[in-house]
Protein backbone atom coordinates (compact mmCIF):
# COMPACT_ATOMS: atom_id res chain seq x y z
CA UNK A 1 0.00 0.00 0.00
CA UNK A 2 1.32 3.44 -0.64
CA UNK A 3 0.27 6.94 0.17
CA UNK A 4 0.17 10.47 -1.94
CA UNK A 5 1.71 13.13 -0.46
CA UNK A 6 -0.28 15.95 -0.05
CA UNK A 7 0.96 19.67 -1.30
CA UNK A 8 0.16 22.76 0.37
CA UNK A 9 -0.35 25.39 -2.22
CA UNK A 10 -3.04 27.20 -0.86
CA UNK A 11 -4.98 28.75 1.94
CA UNK A 12 -8.83 28.52 3.29
CA UNK A 13 -11.35 28.81 2.01
CA UNK A 14 -9.91 27.31 -1.47
CA UNK A 15 -8.30 24.16 0.03
CA UNK A 16 -5.96 22.02 -2.12
CA UNK A 17 -7.34 18.83 -2.64
CA UNK A 18 -5.32 15.71 -3.09
CA UNK A 19 -5.41 12.08 -3.15
CA UNK A 20 -4.16 9.28 -0.75
CA UNK A 21 -4.86 5.54 -1.98
CA UNK A 22 -6.78 3.48 1.23
CA UNK A 23 -7.48 0.41 -0.11
CA UNK A 24 -10.34 -1.76 -1.95
CA UNK A 25 -12.88 0.80 -3.35
CA UNK A 26 -11.26 4.18 -1.03
CA UNK A 27 -9.24 6.56 -1.35
CA UNK A 28 -8.61 9.42 1.17
CA UNK A 29 -9.70 13.05 0.00
CA UNK A 30 -7.56 15.58 1.37
CA UNK A 31 -9.61 18.87 1.44
CA UNK A 32 -12.08 19.54 -1.15
CA UNK A 33 -14.39 21.80 -2.58
CA UNK A 34 -16.46 21.86 0.54
CA UNK A 35 -13.18 21.59 2.75
CA UNK A 36 -14.40 18.69 3.88
CA UNK A 37 -12.99 15.41 5.00
CA UNK A 38 -13.73 12.45 3.30
CA UNK A 39 -13.55 8.57 2.17
CA UNK A 40 -14.36 8.58 -1.35
CA UNK A 41 -14.94 5.38 -3.66
CA UNK A 42 -12.90 5.25 -7.01
CA UNK A 43 -12.86 3.12 -9.88
CA UNK A 44 -8.82 2.38 -10.54
CA UNK A 45 -7.87 1.31 -7.17
CA UNK A 46 -4.36 1.65 -8.26
CA UNK A 47 -4.63 5.27 -9.32
CA UNK A 48 -3.17 8.19 -6.91
CA UNK A 49 -3.89 11.51 -7.94
CA UNK A 50 -2.35 14.75 -6.50
CA UNK A 51 -3.24 18.06 -7.84
CA UNK A 52 -2.24 21.50 -7.11
CA UNK A 53 -3.33 25.06 -8.28
CA UNK A 54 -2.26 28.82 -8.31
CA UNK A 55 -4.21 30.85 -6.22
CA UNK A 56 -4.88 34.07 -8.09
CA UNK A 57 -7.77 33.26 -10.55
CA UNK A 58 -6.94 33.29 -14.48
CA UNK A 59 -8.86 37.11 -14.88
CA UNK A 60 -7.85 37.33 -18.83
CA UNK A 61 -11.12 34.67 -19.34
CA UNK A 62 -13.79 36.09 -20.98
CA UNK A 63 -17.08 34.58 -20.67
CA UNK A 64 -16.89 33.11 -23.75
CA UNK A 65 -13.98 30.65 -22.65
CA UNK A 66 -15.44 30.20 -19.43
CA UNK A 67 -18.17 28.72 -20.76
CA UNK A 68 -15.87 27.01 -23.50
CA UNK A 69 -14.59 25.45 -20.56
CA UNK A 70 -17.77 24.30 -19.08
CA UNK A 71 -18.50 22.68 -22.31
CA UNK A 72 -15.21 21.08 -22.32
CA UNK A 73 -15.32 19.57 -18.61
CA UNK A 74 -19.36 18.66 -19.15
CA UNK A 75 -18.07 16.86 -22.37
CA UNK A 76 -15.39 14.76 -20.21
CA UNK A 77 -17.97 13.87 -17.77
CA UNK A 78 -20.31 12.45 -20.07
CA UNK A 79 -17.56 10.41 -21.83
CA UNK A 80 -16.42 9.23 -18.73
CA UNK A 81 -19.92 8.13 -17.30
CA UNK A 82 -20.68 6.82 -20.98
CA UNK A 83 -17.31 4.41 -20.97
CA UNK A 84 -18.08 3.33 -17.32
CA UNK A 85 -21.98 2.98 -16.89
CA UNK A 86 -21.42 1.38 -20.80
CA UNK A 87 -19.18 -1.20 -20.03
CA UNK A 88 -21.02 -2.10 -16.79
CA UNK A 89 -24.15 -2.28 -19.39
CA UNK A 90 -22.34 -4.81 -21.71
CA UNK A 91 -21.08 -7.10 -19.47
CA UNK A 92 -24.11 -7.52 -17.52
CA UNK A 93 -25.52 -8.34 -21.06
CA UNK A 94 -23.18 -10.19 -21.88
CA UNK A 95 -23.33 -12.27 -18.42
CA UNK A 96 -27.34 -12.57 -18.55
CA UNK A 97 -27.04 -14.15 -21.87
CA UNK A 98 -24.49 -16.39 -21.19
CA UNK A 99 -25.49 -17.93 -17.97
CA UNK A 100 -29.16 -16.93 -18.18
CA UNK A 101 -30.88 -17.27 -14.16
CA UNK A 102 -27.64 -17.87 -12.23
CA UNK A 103 -25.94 -15.00 -13.61
CA UNK A 104 -27.27 -13.12 -10.61
CA UNK A 105 -24.35 -14.21 -8.94
CA UNK A 106 -21.46 -12.96 -11.64
CA UNK A 107 -23.42 -9.40 -11.73
CA UNK A 108 -23.18 -9.57 -8.02
CA UNK A 109 -19.50 -9.87 -8.19
CA UNK A 110 -19.36 -6.99 -11.12
CA UNK A 111 -21.23 -4.90 -8.78
CA UNK A 112 -18.66 -5.78 -5.22
CA UNK A 113 -16.24 -3.91 -5.90
CA UNK A 114 -18.01 -0.33 -5.96
CA UNK A 115 -19.33 -0.73 -2.56
CA UNK A 116 -16.60 -0.17 -0.23
CA UNK A 117 -18.34 -0.67 3.31
CA UNK A 118 -15.66 -2.63 4.62
CA UNK A 119 -12.46 -0.93 3.55
CA UNK A 120 -13.99 2.46 5.51
CA UNK A 121 -14.61 0.19 8.72
CA UNK A 122 -11.13 -1.45 8.11
CA UNK A 123 -9.72 2.23 7.88
CA UNK A 124 -11.57 3.88 11.15
CA UNK A 125 -11.03 0.78 13.72
CA UNK A 126 -7.59 1.37 13.99
CA UNK A 127 -8.09 4.75 15.25
CA UNK A 128 -10.23 3.12 17.48
CA UNK A 129 -7.58 0.52 19.01
CA UNK A 130 -4.76 3.20 18.98
CA UNK A 131 -6.87 5.54 20.72
CA UNK A 132 -8.05 2.91 23.73
CA UNK A 133 -4.33 2.40 24.25
CA UNK A 134 -3.18 5.41 24.68
CA UNK A 135 -1.40 6.05 21.96
CA UNK A 136 -2.24 9.20 20.74
CA UNK A 137 1.05 9.13 18.07
CA UNK A 138 -0.36 5.90 16.11
CA UNK A 139 -4.27 7.44 16.07
CA UNK A 140 -2.88 10.21 14.40
CA UNK A 141 -0.90 8.72 12.13
CA UNK A 142 -4.34 6.60 11.27
CA UNK A 143 -6.67 9.31 11.64
CA UNK A 144 -4.27 11.18 8.56
CA UNK A 145 -4.90 8.16 6.24
CA UNK A 146 -8.84 8.65 6.12
CA UNK A 147 -9.02 12.65 6.53
CA UNK A 148 -7.46 15.37 5.20
CA UNK A 149 -7.01 18.11 7.97
CA UNK A 150 -3.82 18.91 9.82
CA UNK A 151 -3.39 16.13 12.14
CA UNK A 152 -0.18 16.56 14.18
CA UNK A 153 -1.38 18.84 16.82
CA UNK A 154 -4.45 16.98 17.60
CA UNK A 155 -5.28 16.32 20.86
CA UNK A 156 -7.57 12.58 21.43
CA UNK A 157 -10.73 14.36 21.07
CA UNK A 158 -10.08 15.81 18.32
CA UNK A 159 -8.58 12.65 16.76
CA UNK A 160 -12.04 11.04 17.48
CA UNK A 161 -14.35 13.80 16.13
CA UNK A 162 -12.19 13.71 12.92
CA UNK A 163 -12.58 10.17 12.48
CA UNK A 164 -16.60 10.44 13.37
CA UNK A 165 -17.52 12.76 10.65
CA UNK A 166 -15.04 10.71 7.95
CA UNK A 167 -17.47 7.92 9.42
CA UNK A 168 -20.54 9.81 9.03
CA UNK A 169 -19.68 11.84 5.88
CA UNK A 170 -18.55 8.61 3.81
CA UNK A 171 -21.64 6.50 4.33
CA UNK A 172 -23.16 8.40 1.67
CA UNK A 173 -20.46 8.58 -0.80
CA UNK A 174 -19.00 5.02 -0.36
CA UNK A 175 -22.18 2.90 0.29
CA UNK A 176 -25.71 4.62 0.34
CA UNK A 177 -25.06 6.43 -2.88
CA UNK A 178 -23.79 3.64 -4.98
CA UNK A 179 -25.90 0.84 -3.16
CA UNK A 180 -28.98 3.18 -4.50
CA UNK A 181 -27.75 3.68 -8.05
CA UNK A 182 -27.30 0.00 -8.02
CA UNK A 183 -30.80 -0.30 -7.05
CA UNK A 184 -32.32 1.75 -9.51
CA UNK A 185 -30.35 1.40 -12.80
CA UNK A 186 -28.45 -1.74 -12.06
CA UNK A 187 -24.27 -1.97 -12.46
CA UNK A 188 -24.16 0.47 -14.56
CA UNK A 189 -25.75 2.87 -12.57
CA UNK A 190 -23.25 2.10 -9.84
CA UNK A 191 -20.09 2.48 -11.78
CA UNK A 192 -21.69 5.60 -13.79
CA UNK A 193 -22.22 6.94 -10.30
CA UNK A 194 -18.57 6.12 -9.13
CA UNK A 195 -17.24 7.65 -12.27
CA UNK A 196 -19.71 11.16 -11.62
CA UNK A 197 -17.86 10.86 -7.80
CA UNK A 198 -14.35 10.15 -8.99
CA UNK A 199 -14.55 13.46 -11.98
CA UNK A 200 -15.94 15.26 -8.62
CA UNK A 201 -12.70 14.37 -6.59
CA UNK A 202 -10.26 15.34 -9.41
CA UNK A 203 -11.96 18.24 -11.27
CA UNK A 204 -14.73 19.12 -9.19
CA UNK A 205 -12.84 22.02 -7.23
CA UNK A 206 -13.72 25.36 -6.53
CA UNK A 207 -9.94 26.96 -7.02
CA UNK A 208 -10.21 29.48 -9.99
CA UNK A 209 -8.16 27.78 -11.97
CA UNK A 210 -10.57 24.64 -12.12
CA UNK A 211 -13.65 26.17 -11.43
CA UNK A 212 -15.50 26.18 -14.76
CA UNK A 213 -13.62 23.14 -16.19
CA UNK A 214 -14.82 20.82 -13.08
CA UNK A 215 -18.31 22.50 -12.91
CA UNK A 216 -20.68 19.93 -14.45
CA UNK A 217 -18.92 17.38 -12.17
CA UNK A 218 -19.26 18.86 -9.01
CA UNK A 219 -22.91 20.13 -10.20
CA UNK A 220 -23.66 16.54 -11.37
CA UNK A 221 -21.97 14.97 -8.23
CA UNK A 222 -24.46 17.66 -5.97
CA UNK A 223 -27.18 15.57 -7.92
CA UNK A 224 -26.08 12.09 -7.85
CA UNK A 225 -25.87 12.38 -3.89
CA UNK A 226 -28.72 14.42 -3.23
CA UNK A 227 -31.30 11.97 -2.47
CA UNK A 228 -29.07 9.23 -1.45
CA UNK A 229 -27.64 11.93 1.43
CA UNK A 230 -31.13 11.95 2.92
CA UNK A 231 -31.79 8.60 2.30
CA UNK A 232 -28.47 7.70 4.56
CA UNK A 233 -28.64 10.28 7.29
CA UNK A 234 -32.54 8.82 8.04
CA UNK A 235 -30.94 5.25 7.92
CA UNK A 236 -28.62 6.43 10.51
CA UNK A 237 -31.30 8.03 12.32
CA UNK A 238 -33.02 4.47 12.44
CA UNK A 239 -29.62 2.68 13.04
CA UNK A 240 -29.20 4.45 16.07
CA UNK A 241 -32.73 5.63 17.13
CA UNK A 242 -32.58 8.69 17.11
CA UNK A 243 -30.94 12.04 16.26
CA UNK A 244 -33.67 13.25 14.15
CA UNK A 245 -34.42 16.97 15.72
CA UNK A 246 -30.17 17.31 15.26
CA UNK A 247 -30.61 15.96 11.78
CA UNK A 248 -32.89 18.21 10.39
CA UNK A 249 -31.74 21.36 12.15
CA UNK A 250 -27.90 21.09 11.37
CA UNK A 251 -28.04 19.51 8.34
CA UNK A 252 -27.94 22.55 6.37
CA UNK A 253 -24.89 23.77 8.07
CA UNK A 254 -22.10 22.09 6.26
CA UNK A 255 -20.82 23.74 3.07
CA UNK A 256 -21.46 20.83 1.20
CA UNK A 257 -25.62 19.98 0.42
CA UNK A 258 -25.38 16.69 1.17
CA UNK A 259 -22.32 15.80 3.15
CA UNK A 260 -24.17 17.58 6.39
CA UNK A 261 -26.68 14.80 6.67
CA UNK A 262 -25.02 11.70 7.44
CA UNK A 263 -23.07 13.95 9.78
CA UNK A 264 -25.77 15.80 11.32
CA UNK A 265 -27.58 12.61 11.98
CA UNK A 266 -24.61 10.50 13.63
CA UNK A 267 -23.92 13.38 15.60
CA UNK A 268 -27.36 13.58 17.01
CA UNK A 269 -27.46 9.33 17.50
CA UNK A 270 -24.12 9.95 19.41
CA UNK A 271 -25.39 12.74 21.48
CA UNK A 272 -22.18 15.37 20.52
CA UNK A 273 -20.68 18.23 18.51
CA UNK A 274 -18.78 17.54 15.55
CA UNK A 275 -17.22 19.98 12.73
CA UNK A 276 -16.36 23.33 14.35
CA UNK A 277 -13.27 24.94 13.94
CA UNK A 278 -10.48 22.77 11.68
CA UNK A 279 -6.86 23.25 10.48
CA UNK A 280 -5.85 22.57 6.92
CA UNK A 281 -2.44 22.89 5.74
CA UNK A 282 -1.57 25.34 8.66
CA UNK A 283 -4.68 27.36 8.29
CA UNK A 284 -8.28 27.60 10.47
CA UNK A 285 -11.64 26.62 8.49
CA UNK A 286 -14.40 28.40 11.27
CA UNK A 287 -16.68 25.37 10.37
CA UNK A 288 -20.11 26.08 12.34
CA UNK A 289 -20.63 22.83 15.31
CA UNK A 290 -22.81 20.57 14.36
CA UNK A 291 -25.06 18.93 17.17
CA UNK A 292 -25.68 19.48 20.45
CA UNK A 293 -23.51 18.05 23.82
CA UNK A 294 -19.99 17.73 24.05
CA UNK A 295 -17.16 18.26 21.74
CA UNK A 296 -14.43 16.12 23.51
CA UNK A 297 -15.27 12.68 21.94
CA UNK A 298 -13.00 9.49 23.16
CA UNK A 299 -12.28 5.69 21.61
CA UNK A 300 -15.51 5.12 23.24
CA UNK A 301 -17.65 7.76 20.92
CA UNK A 302 -15.60 6.47 17.98
CA UNK A 303 -16.89 2.47 18.53
CA UNK A 304 -20.33 3.60 19.14
CA UNK A 305 -20.48 5.45 15.65
CA UNK A 306 -18.87 2.34 14.11
CA UNK A 307 -21.59 0.31 15.40
CA UNK A 308 -24.29 3.04 14.23
CA UNK A 309 -22.60 2.37 10.63
CA UNK A 310 -22.55 -1.31 10.41
CA UNK A 311 -26.39 -0.77 11.63
CA UNK A 312 -26.98 1.59 8.77
CA UNK A 313 -24.84 -0.46 6.35
CA UNK A 314 -27.58 -3.92 7.46
CA UNK A 315 -30.20 -1.49 6.91
CA UNK A 316 -29.15 -1.05 3.66
CA UNK A 317 -29.26 -4.54 2.87
CA UNK A 318 -32.12 -5.18 3.99
CA UNK A 319 -33.88 -2.63 1.91
CA UNK A 320 -31.41 -3.89 -1.08
CA UNK A 321 -33.06 -7.02 -0.26
CA UNK A 322 -36.27 -6.36 -0.16
CA UNK A 323 -36.13 -4.26 -3.79
CA UNK A 324 -34.69 -7.46 -5.04
CA UNK A 325 -37.21 -9.49 -3.80
CA UNK A 326 -39.66 -7.26 -5.36
CA UNK A 327 -38.40 -7.25 -8.51
Not at 110 to 128: E, T
Not at 203 to 219: K, S, T
Not at 305 to 322: D, E, K, N, T
Request: charged share 20%.
Amino acid sequence: MSYATSIEVTAIPYEPRTFTQLGPGLRRCNAGREGRDQVTPVVDRRTEAKSYYPTEEPDHLTSAQRRRRRLLGAVTLVAGVALAAGTAWLAERGLRATFGAPAWLAVALLAWPGLAQRSLDDHVRPVAAALERGDLAAARAAVGRIVGRDTAALDRAGVARAAVESLAESFCDAVAAPLFWLLLLGPAGLWGYKAINTADSLIGHREPRWRAFGWAAARTDDLANWLPARWGGALLCVAGAGGWRVLWRDSRRHASPNAGWTEAAMAGVLGVRLAGPVAYDGAVADKPWIGDGRADLDARDLRRALVVYRRGCLLLWCLAGAVAWAR
